[in-house]
Each structure stands twice: as C-alpha cells, then as structure tokens.
C-alpha cells in the first residue's frame, strides 16, 4: 500500500513538472495564411528583383540583415533551447529593414517598385497577425544575450553604424534569404502532406533551385 502511494506521488509530481515547464511555442494557426500570401509574391522575386535590376547590382545592407540559414544554425548553437518565438521575432525585424532598404533605391517608375511596395503591405499584415496571436507580455520578454546584441546593432542609427558593418548584397539574394529563413521558422504553414520537408537545411534549397530557375509562367 505504502509503494503504490508513493508510486502515485512521484507519477503526481512528475506530471506537475510537466504541466510547469515552458512549452516551446508553435506557430498560431492564424499565421499561416498571411505568410501563404507573403510567400506568393516571394514566388516571383526572380522576375522583380533580378530582371529589372543591371547585373551585379547590388544595395548596402548592414552585415546583420543578411539573415541566412546559416546564422539560425549558428544562433541555435551558441544559446541552448533557444525558442523558435526569439527567431520569429528577430527574423520580422531584419526583414522590415530590408524591404525599407530595397525600396529606397527605387525611384518611383521603376517596373519593380509596386510589386516591392505591395510585398512589404503584405509583410506588414503577416506581422499584425504575429503580434496578435501572442500575449504582450510574451512579445516583450527579455531577449537571450546573442539574440539581444544582434536586435541593438540592427536599431542602431545608421550614422552610429560603424563602416565595417556594412555589407553589399543583391536585393534578389536578399529575398531569397527572406524567403528561406521565413520556411524554416514558420515551417508548420509550409508542411507536405506527402514527404516531410527540412526546410532549414541548405540542401532542400539547393535541390529546388532548378524548379526556382525555370521561366514563370
């Protein structure tokens, strides 16, 4: 009689561990259809952003917007169980200074100007929902020490931005950094119900990169 109530005990404690420790956040159902639509104009960055611009053209970004897999590898590496909200967060705030810097060096009549112009509106519903779906004391918790370092240099102002820091990358190569990046965080609205999908991995866009040259219809 003794074991068994110590056996229900220790069952009772270790589910209520359970029940107290962190859930990794998933994505809200309800973001999956504003980044469907953000991920149909990205469907034609090849045609906006290489066509109509002259070759080797290239913008100053600073060194912390060219957000690639690789640095999520990398940030996932340096801080433990980091959760995927942090990089969801991080990743609204390098995109919404890339597509600013994009358009910047439009002028007004150029053929891609529009179609920038409606990617960031639609970026910029995809945020609204974001902050929606998650509690503000949630959106507003203390950042981990790499994650916070990087969002400060980000919203440093530029003339406070050291010469170093900038870099030069084609607006093409920056959606497509765009677009991969927001794959991997955001993959539950990308699943295959036929083969499941890493999206995180630079493999999987290697092997779709013919697909991704073939002429649009």
């Not at 034609?44 to 917007?65: L, S, W």
Request: a neutral charge; charged letters at 25%.
């Amino acid at each position: 009689m003794v074991q068994l109530s110590t056996s229900v005990c220790l069952v009772g404690g270790l589910l209520g561990l359970f029940l107290l420790a962190p859930v990794m956040a998933s994505t809200p159902a309800s973001m999956c259809t504003p980044l469907k639509t953000l991920n149909d104009s990205l469907s034609h960055r090849r045609r906006y952003m290489k066509h109509n611009f002259p070759i080797n053209y290239t913008i100053r970004v600073h060194q912390k917007e060219i957000f690639k897999l690789s640095n999520i590898s990398r940030m996932k590496l340096q801080v433990e169980e980091l959760d995927d909200l942090v990089l969801q967060r991080l990743w609204f705030e390098v995109n919404q200074g890339v597509l600013k810097k994009i358009i910047r060096v439009m002028p007004e009549r150029h053929p891609s100007r529009p179609y920038t112009a409606e990617l960031e509106r639609r970026f910029r519903d995809a945020e609204g929902v974001f902050v929606q779906s998650h509690p503000a004391e949630v959106l507003q918790q203390e950042l981990p020490e790499t994650i916070q370092d990087i969002w400060d240099r980000l919203t440093e102002e530029p003339e406070r931005v050291p010469e170093s820091s900038w870099r030069f990358a084609s607006p093409k190569s920056l959606l497509d950094n765009f677009c991969h990046t927001m794959y991997c965080l955001f993959s539950e609205c990308f699943a295959s119900t036929e083969v499941q999908q890493d999206y995180c991995g630079v493999s999987h866009w290697r092997k779709g990169r013919k697909k991704d040259l073939q002429p649009e219809s």
